[in-house]
């Protein structure tokens, strides 16, 4: 046996297994995605702009609730998506994200439970934005919690894969929840809060 006979590039090993277009989880009511031959890959960055209501925003008038979306966004892009690909694509060949815009019915600073969890994303091709409407803060945050899953991880930058993708999505069940059962199990401050982060991940939204 030649000893070269199982030498096969890691990067192409994972390139291969990659699913053709990015799965969201839970799986959204509808989700339509771009099925060319040869689909478009967008760049997202900390350049993209963000708008509220037609209103840009600056960093230092963002809501509490709208700081958290971006970390959920660009936490999972950096730390879930590290697999490496586009090997042989330059990043300054692909288009970059210009900007997310969200239409918010109800921009509250606070999201009670039981408050309006459906949304809508729409990415446009050709002008490369994307426009989220959803009739709460609730529900503008599911949709970058949905985001952040459709994002993949190239060699030093971010891009959205089947650009443009479209999705319409509300919860089956308002009560999706998780119990800890703290009486007979001990668990630490930072497990908990890594539970909490899991429970957003995966749209529930009631902690026992």
Known sequence: MHEDTFHVPIDKIFHDCEPRVPMPWPQPTTIKYNTADEPTRVIVSTETAFVINDEPIASAEISDWFRDAL?????????????????SEAIDTLPQLASINFIIAENNDQIPYGDNEKYSIAMNDGLYTIDITAPSSFGALRAMQTLAQLVRRGHGFNYIPNFPITIEDKPKFPHRGLLLDTAREYYHVSTIKNIVRFLGANKLNVLH
């Open 71 to 87: 970390g959920i966004l660009f936490q999972e892009i950096s730390t879930v998506q590290n697999i490496p690909r586009l090997e």
